[in-house]
């Protein structure tokens, strides 16, 4: 009787684990991600660290895999490093992190991906939408440079040629305001900043000047 | 009176190469800058420091940043009071040493309009030197580099200094207000210069002391056991400047050390008209 009890324990849990994995691990839609090998994307970023002063940042973003940057703007752009990674398809990359499956939240499942890298100073959330096999929103815990303070960006996704991609991400970060002479840091100052993504191009050809550039980077 | 006066001392002024001198001085500061960065763009430079938390892409290279590095510590602290004293330290004294004093006074000139007409004729060509270094670098370096955002950075500017980022619009109003500054700066080494070539006879004195004054006073502040005797120099306000390009501009500390120096100018002045007119004219 004892053994039967406790093949049948045995038997529930592993069938209970076999569900959650079932449900917690919507990697298609992770990997789907990565059939994207480029793409171009215009973007406006804000940095606002005091009010009523924000530095807006005009660029368009190219990327090409598997992980080839190259912005092009006629000013200059300064852009958080944690927010850059966002954007890259290989970002999202199944083999990288552990997951966590938090349940279910207004139909979406929100999943917790946790580098797999320990020298990695992130965390993210993402609400998936299961039935549509879409990212819908998601948000990233990060930190910055020496500061211990955990800081995080709203994500937002819209589904864009099938694929799930950012469009606007919003959050708090540290500028620093002073630098001493040997170019540390000896003053930050907490402040917001938005990224707003539109006109995405994907796997297209692109001109021949910016796939030099990218092959220089 | 006042106005024939300092029509009279303009056009004197104009007519001595020094002030031309003066003049190019402040034009080539901008000038070098833009040489300088037309060598060498400053962005990795500033892009390694920033590399831990951000990436900095483009060009932060433009006009503005060429009026910005223009007024720098060195500008500010040793070059334009060169340029200052070559002509307003032989403004009174010089002419004393000529001889042109006592001849000029000897006939019905109040001594008060005369040394306000001096006065006058030196704050502009104070206010001159930073007008052609505004020029010169805003115009000269938008002309070469165009336009842009401004990365505003104590590091290019040889000091700790703030970090902020201006857009265009912003970047312009912001300069005017750091020029306005370094005027205030400067008009002090006027008002101190032109007190001592109210009272020495040897215009060579007049401009060479408020030099070792400031290097002197720069160098005594610079000692940490001197720290109790720094709010009393006149040198520890000269960089108002600086914090005009702050993120969040505090007014209350620059309108205090703008209110200091405008009172060790008033000081300067007073002494001036104190001792000219009771000055006995000899020579």
């Known amino acids: 009787m004892k053994k039967n009890i406790f093949l049948l324990i045995l038997f529930l849990f592993s069938a209970y684990n076999l569900m959650a994995i079932d449900v917690v691990l919507p990697l298609d839609i992770l990997e789907k991600q990565q059939e994207i090998k480029n793409f171009r994307v215009e973007v406006v970023l804000e940095i606002c660290t005091y009010a009523g002063q924000n530095s807006e940042f005009f660029f368009t973003y190219y990327y090409e895999e598997p992980d080839k940057i190259y912005l092009e703007t006629d000013d200059f752009v300064l852009l958080p490093k944690e927010a850059l990674k966002t954007l890259q398809p290989a970002f999202f990359q199944a083999d990288k992190y552990s997951f966590n499956y938090l349940g279910k939240e207004e139909g979406l499942d929100i999943l917790e991906l946790i580098p797999l890298d320990k020298g990695e100073r992130y965390r993210l959330l993402l609400a998936i939408d299961s039935g549509n096999s879409q990212i819908r929103s998601g948000e990233l815990f990060f930190q910055m440079a020496d500061y211990q303070e955990e800081f995080n960006a709203q994500i937002f996704f819209a589904e864009i040629g099938g694929y799930s991609l950012p469009v606007y991400i919003e959050g708090i970060l540290v500028v620093p305001t002073k630098f001493a002479l040997g170019g540390e840091v000896k003053e930050y100052r907490e402040g917001s900043f938005s990224l707003k993504l539109k006109d995405y191009a994907i796997n297209i050809d692109f001109p021949a000047n910016i796939r030099k550039r990218l092959s220089g980077n | 009176m006042v106005w024939t006066l300092i029509r009279i001392e303009l056009n004197k002024m104009f007519r001595r190469p020094r002030t031309y001198l003066g003049l190019v001085g402040a034009a080539l500061i901008p000038l070098a800058v833009i040489i300088i960065f037309a060598y060498k763009d400053p962005t990795p430079f500033i892009a390694k420091i920033l590399g831990d938390m951000f990436t900095l892409s483009g ?225």
């Not at chain 2, 060429?66 to 070559?86: A, E, M």
């Not at chain 2, 101190?192 to 400031?214: D, E, Q, R, T, Y």
């Not at chain 2, 006073?217 to 709010?231: A, D, M, T, V």
């Open chain 2, 59 to 283: 060009s932060i290279l433009n006009g503005y940043l060429v009026s910005l590095v223009t007024i720098n510590h060195g500008t500010i602290n040793f070059f334009l009071p060169v340029l200052v004293v070559l002509v307003v330290g032989e403004i009174v004294a010089g002419e004393e040493q000529e001889g042109t004093l006592r001849l000029v006074l000897s006939r019905p000139v109040n001594r008060a309009y005369f040394l306000i007409s001096k006065l006058i004729s030196s704050l502009f060509y104070t206010f001159l030197l930073i007008l052609i270094m505004a020029l010169v670098g805003l115009g000269g370096g938008l002309l070469v580099f165009g336009r842009g955002s401004l990365l505003v950075s104590g590091l290019l500017l040889g000091d700790e200094g703030w970090f902020n980022i201006l857009n265009p619009a912003e970047a312009v109003q912001r300069l005017l207000i750091v020029h306005g500054g370094a005027f205030l700066v400067i008009l002090t080494i006027t008002f101190l210069s032109f007190f001592l070539s109210s009272i020495l006879k040897n215009p060579i004195g007049a401009m060479i002391f408020p030099l070792i004054l400031v290097i002197f006073l720069q160098i005594i502040s610079n000692f940490p056991f001197f720290s109790e005797i720094k709010p009393y120099l006149f040198t520890t306000y000269m960089d108002l400047w600086v914090d005009l390009l702050a993120p969040e501009i505090p007014w209350k500390d620059i309108l205090n050390s703008g209110f200091i120096l405008l009172g060790h100018g008033l000081f300067f002045l007073a002494g001036s008209f104190y001792y000219f007119t009771r000055k006995d004219i000899l020579s």
